[in-house]
């Protein structure tokens, strides 16, 4: 029951929306989700595979321990016991010819543990050392003009350091290489990750599909919540009045009047967002997006499955994957290839992308019977938004938009949580907002 006849209808149903709408829930209004699509979870969701019989990811998204905010949404959600709660970081890393190396770390504290880690791995020592001094220079803020690329070079972790630490690391927070990639926005997340217990930087690993873990349980939960929930309904129009939205205009053509005292939260991405702007185009309409392509492979019942080096393996050099992962439990003959901002994936057909995903196989694992690996492509064109150099000057605070209509409010992201694209980002956003939401 709501105290009051106040509505807020919250724009999208994903990681942002959901736990905006259950923080308005909580303040007893009446809250309304509209997701455009027919589920729940956003960009974490998962679609039926006939070939394969289970849903598949549109992208393996891994957690680690700090992500409080995501923590607490699943918890809502009744899903947080569904994930392998790793202690500390463990990464594997492999070459094409089988070579490979292990960085672990002990449960000391990561500061502690990290550079023991380092100094323990299997490269000349001259190596090591200056990938150590890395370390110690992410304590120390980057101009906002420097690339992690420029911060890599002004650093001297050429070769070993970049392919081995921080390549593999940039690519799985930021999505893009470090020539692409702020390297304060890379450093600030690292230093979150890694400055406190073992735990905080460890992964979190799913044990099941995204869409059994947020898409699924959320539609339960909202109702249970008082919150009522429309898939299917697309956002197609703002009608401003008067310095406010005065009605949403859905896809169907059916328009739903807002009252002087109701609230419009756009957990919507940048570019949605943007399609609806009433008049010039707004600063965040210029951010850039990027892709994740996975491909899922599956060897033959009768084949010796892969070695299993463990549940993420970096593959150093990869080209066109970077990531081999492993969903905890899974049959070891079951692994997804991750590919993140590699744009040669661009045009190119869904048996093409199979075929590379297989020559990679060979020559990263030569001597496994793959002859016969079934390989299945996911494509997410807009997985993230760059944080790239200048983003942090168009990523606006969450809440309400500087300049925009009067009881518009916003969350996401791509908005500024001092994090780059990111589930803990979304999480966040919608924490920042309801700080701030009247």
Same mark, same amino acid.
């Given at each position: 029951?709501?105290?009051?006849?106040?509505?807020?209808? !919250?724009?999208?149903?994903?990681?942002?929306?959901?736990?905006?709408?259950?923080?308005?829930?909580?303040?007893?209004?009446? !809250?309304?989700?509209?997701?455009?699509?027919?589920?729940?979870?956003?960009?974490?969701?998962?679609?039926?595979?006939?070939?394969?019989? $289970?849903?598949?990811?549109?992208?393996?998204?891994?957690?680690?321990?700090?992500?409080?905010?995501?923590? +607490?949404?699943?918890?809502?959600?009744?899903?947080?016991?569904?994930?392998?709660?790793?202690?500390?970081?463990?990464?594997?890393?492999?070459?094409?010819?089988?070579?490979?190396?292990?960085?672990?770390?002990?449960?000391?504290?990561?500061?502690?543990?990290?550079?023991?880690?380092?100094?323990?791995?299997? !490269?000349?020592?001259?190596?090591?050392?200056?990938?150590?001094?890395?370390?110690?220079?992410?304590?120390? *803020?980057?101009?906002?003009?420097?690339?992690?690329?420029?911060?890599?070079?002004?650093?001297?972790?050429?070769?070993? &350091?970049?392919?081995?630490?921080? *390549?593999?690391?940039?690519?799985?927070?930021?999505?893009?290489?470090?020539?692409?990639?702020?390297?304060?926005?890379?450093?600030?997340?690292?230093?979150?990750?890694?400055?406190?217990?073992?735990?905080?930087?460890? %992964?979190?690993?799913?044990?099941?599909?995204?869409?059994?873990?947020?898409?699924?349980?959320?539609?339960?939960? #909202?109702?249970?919540?008082?919150? /009522?929930? @429309?898939?299917?309904?697309?956002?197609?129009? %703002?009608?401003?009045? +008067?310095? *406010?939205?005065?009605?949403?205009?859905?896809?169907?053509? $059916?328009?739903? $009047?807002?009252?002087?005292?109701?609230?419009?939260?756009?957990?919507?991405?940048?570019?949605?967002?943007?399609? #609806?702007?009433?008049?010039?185009? &707004?600063? %965040?309409?210029?951010?850039?997006?990027?892709?994740?392509? /996975?491909?899922?492979?599956?060897?033959?019942?009768?084949?010796?499955?892969?070695?299993?080096?463990?549940?993420?393996?970096?593959?150093?050099?990869? =080209?066109?994957?970077?990531?081999?992962?492993?969903?905890?439990?899974? =049959?070891? *003959?079951?692994?997804?290839?991750?590919?993140?901002?590699?744009?040669? %994936?661009?045009?190119?057909?869904?048996?093409?992308?199979?075929? @590379?995903?297989?020559?990679?196989?060979?020559?990263?694992?030569?001597?496994?019977?793959?002859? =016969?690996?079934? !390989? @299945?492509?996911?494509?997410?064109?807009?997985?993230?938004?760059?944080?790239?150099?200048?983003?942090?000057?168009?990523?606006?605070?969450?809440?309400?938009?500087?300049?925009?209509?009067?009881? #518009?409010?916003?969350?996401? +992201?791509?908005?500024?949580?001092?994090?780059?694209?990111?589930?803990?980002?979304?999480? @966040?956003?919608?924490?920042?907002?309801?700080?701030?939401?009247?």
């Amino acid at each position: 029951m709501t105290a009051n006849g106040r509505r807020v209808f !919250v724009l999208g149903g994903g990681v942002a929306g959901l736990a905006a709408a259950f923080g308005l829930a909580r303040r007893s209004l009446a !809250v309304h989700v509209l997701e455009s699509r027919g589920w729940l979870g956003g960009r974490a969701f998962s679609s039926p595979d006939k070939e394969r019989g $289970e849903a598949l990811d549109n992208g393996p998204h891994v957690m680690l321990g700090c992500y409080r905010a995501m923590r +607490d949404l699943l918890r809502e959600l009744g899903t947080e016991g569904e994930f392998q709660q790793d202690r500390s970081l463990t990464l594997a890393y492999r070459t094409a010819g089988a070579v490979t190396m292990r960085l672990s770390l002990s449960r000391l504290p990561v500061p502690l543990a990290m550079p023991w880690a380092l100094l323990r791995l299997p !490269v000349p020592f001259a190596d090591r050392m200056r990938a150590f001094r890395g370390m110690l220079a992410t304590l120390r *803020r980057a101009p906002a003009e420097w690339t992690l690329g420029d911060w890599l070079r002004r650093r001297g972790q050429a070769g070993m &350091p970049d392919e081995m630490l921080w *390549r593999p690391l940039c690519r799985a927070i930021m999505n893009v290489e470090p020539e692409e990639a702020a390297a304060e926005d890379f450093l600030c997340t690292l230093r979150e990750a890694f400055a406190g217990s073992a735990a905080k930087g460890a %992964f979190w690993l799913p044990r099941r599909p995204w869409r059994e873990l947020v898409g699924d349980p959320a539609l339960p939960a #909202l109702q249970r919540a008082g919150v /009522t929930v @429309r898939t299917g309904a697309r956002v197609a129009a %703002f009608e401003p009045r +008067d310095g *406010r939205i005065a009605a949403l205009v859905l896809g169907d053509g $059916e328009r739903i $009047e807002l009252g002087r005292d109701d609230a419009v939260v756009s957990a919507l991405p940048w570019f949605a967002l943007a399609a #609806l702007w009433p008049g010039a185009a &707004p600063p %965040f309409a210029t951010l850039r997006s990027s892709p994740i392509v /996975t491909a899922y492979c599956e060897q033959s019942p009768t084949a010796r499955p892969l070695p299993d080096d463990g549940p993420v393996v970096a593959l150093v050099g990869g =080209d066109p994957f970077h990531f081999l992962i492993r969903r905890p439990g899974d =049959d070891r *003959r079951r692994f997804a290839l991750l590919a993140g901002g590699n744009r040669s %994936f661009d045009g190119q057909t869904v048996a093409t992308i199979a075929q @590379r995903a297989r020559r990679q196989l060979e020559l990263w694992w030569p001597g496994v019977d793959l002859g =016969d690996v079934s !390989v @299945r492509v996911r494509k997410e064109q807009h997985a993230t938004f760059i944080a790239g150099c200048g983003s942090g000057a168009v990523r606006p605070a969450p809440g309400r938009l500087s300049g925009g209509p009067g009881n #518009l409010w916003v969350c996401g +992201d791509w908005t500024a949580t001092g994090l780059p694209a990111t589930l803990e980002g979304a999480a @966040r956003s919608a924490a920042a907002m309801l700080a701030a939401f009247t």
